[in-house]
């Protein structure tokens, strides 16, 4: 089992910043897929960015040039820096772990953060 456990979220007006933190603990493997999904009210959860161990990092088109995803290897965190927010990223944000290992696929959500941009 993987437990992950993120932190961050708040409160912020439009343009503002926040990080988010992701720590990942329990039985995780070296070669993992980390990303962050985010959930607004009534709608779908939607991908936000990924990371992978090798540092090869993926965001969706809405959120590029304003978010960063970054790993500290050692401490099984990940991070999402976000900048520029906007009202409609108003979501609770997940984070999502995933390996596969000898054919074995696994993937853990994290119970999510909530962030909250004012107009």
């Known amino acids: 089992q993987v437990q992950l456990v993120e932190s961050g979220g708040g409160s912020v007006q439009a343009g503002g910043s926040l990080r988010l933190s992701c720590v990942a603990s329990?039985?995780?493997?070296?070669?993992?897929?980390m990303a962050w999904h985010r959930q607004a009210p009534g709608k779908e959860r939607e991908f936000v960015s990924s990371?992978?161990?090798?540092?090869?990092?993926n965001y969706a088109d809405s959120v590029k040039d304003r978010f960063t995803i970054s790993q500290d290897y050692a401490k099984n965190t990940i991070y999402l820096q976000m900048n520029s927010l906007k009202p409609g990223e108003t979501a609770v944000y997940c984070c999502?772990?995933?390996?596969?290992?000898?054919?074995?696929?696994?993937?853990?959500w994290g119970q999510g953060t909530q962030v909250t941009i004012s107009s």
């Open positions: 999502r772990y995933f390996d596969g290992n000898g054919g074995v696929y696994r993937t853990y």
């Open positions: 329990g039985d995780t493997s070296d070669n993992v897929y």
């Open positions: 990371i992978i161990s090798d540092g090869t990092t």
